[in-house]
């Protein structure tokens, strides 16, 4: 059996914002042909192993592109009404969604709590600073900082 040329495609499918219903598919497909005179079984490996990490770049480069908004600063975080889990701890929580009108968050906190949520929906957990984030509660809804693992 002789291979003429091979095909390679990968995907994949994204939501560019996690309060949205719209996804995105980018797909890209590749195709290796080979020449009619005598090539070795690993050439074929070869161009798929050359297709494949041309695909994962360009999909790499794109999923840079896609702006995920105003990065978070550790300050504008350290702003918020932290409540430590022990006296004087860093560690503490917060609530992810407080109500309007809360007496210890201002627009701006909710603000700044809109996005590290969606920043946590989007990476798990996320690093910023001195800090890792990320949900507790049994229905997630608080936002928990620790002390960063270096």
Not at 31 to 60: C, N, S
Not at 69 to 94: A, F, I, M, N
Not at 121 to 133: P, Q
């Amino acid at each position: 059996m002789r291979v003429k040329r091979i095909v390679v495609g990968k995907g994949i499918t994204t939501r560019p914002a996690p309060d949205t219903e719209e996804w995105v598919r980018r797909y890209y497909e590749v195709e290796v042909e080979f020449p009619e005179e005598e090539y070795r079984p690993e050439d074929i490996e070869d161009g798929r192993v050359w297709a494949e990490r041309l695909i994962d770049a360009w999909l790499k480069a794109e999923e840079v592109a896609i702006p995920t908004g105003e990065e978070l600063t550790p300050e504008e975080l350290e702003d918020l009404p932290w409540t430590p889990y022990q006296p004087g701890s860093k560690s503490g929580w917060v609530l992810r969604n407080p109500r309007e009108g809360h007496p210890d968050y201002t627009e701006e906190h909710r603000e700044i709590l809109r996005r590290l949520s969606e920043k946590i929906e989007r990476e798990g957990s996320v690093t910023i600073g001195d800090f890792t984030y990320d949900f507790s509660g049994a229905e997630n809804q608080f936002i928990r900082r620790r002390p960063a693992k270096r």
